[in-house]
């Protein structure tokens, strides 16, 4: 048996940026109250809100956003976790980083083709995509049909 490949989010890096917000937003706080500029809080309060979310990405640093193993795989949506075993996959694939904004990307999906799950990989994540495209392949390989 296999030992479970996962990815997780990379916590360094979430929270560098949210205290690289929290700072700029110190800054901006200071300017808007030395200077009575109403619109310059509005820039503070948007980085404040931008360092909030990124801190809770690191709440649950320990969470994965991806698990494969010799069963199946588990994977983190907006609802909740899903989980598909081998067999219950219509396609798995590691996609290609597209431009600047479009992270590379696992996409299962599903026997019947109508549901499509993804999980980033890459620069916010522990995995890139070759390591993905190596570790899913050799899991799928004899667990596949």
């Known amino acids: 048996m296999n030992e479970p490949f ?8 979430y929270a560098a940026v949210a205290g690289l917000c929290l700072l700029v937003a110190a800054g901006l706080g200071y300017v808007a109250y030395a200077r009575p500029e109403p619109l310059v809080y509005i820039g503070t ?4 809100v931008l360092a909030v979310a990124l801190l ?4 649950d640093a320990r969470t994965p956003l991806f698990v494969a193993d010799d069963h199946g795989v ?3 949506t907006d609802d909740g976790w899903i989980g598909l075993l ?3 996959m219509g396609e798995i694939r ?6 600047i904004r479009d992270d590379a990307r696992v996409k299962v999906i599903s026997l019947d083709g109508r549901k499509v799950y993804s999980t ?3 620069f916010a994540t522990t995995v890139g995509p070759e390591r993905a495209i190596a570790e899913l392949a050799r899991r799928r390989g004899p667990a596949a049909y």
């Open 120 to 122: 980033p990989v890459g």
């Open 45 to 48: 309060g948007v980085l404040v």
């Open 56 to 59: 809770r990405g690191t709440v």
């Open 74 to 76: 588990r994977l983190q």
């Open 94 to 99: 590691v996609e290609p980083r597209y431009g």
């Open 86 to 88: 081998w067999d219950e």
């Open 6 to 13: 996962e990815i997780h989010r990379r916590v360094g890096l």
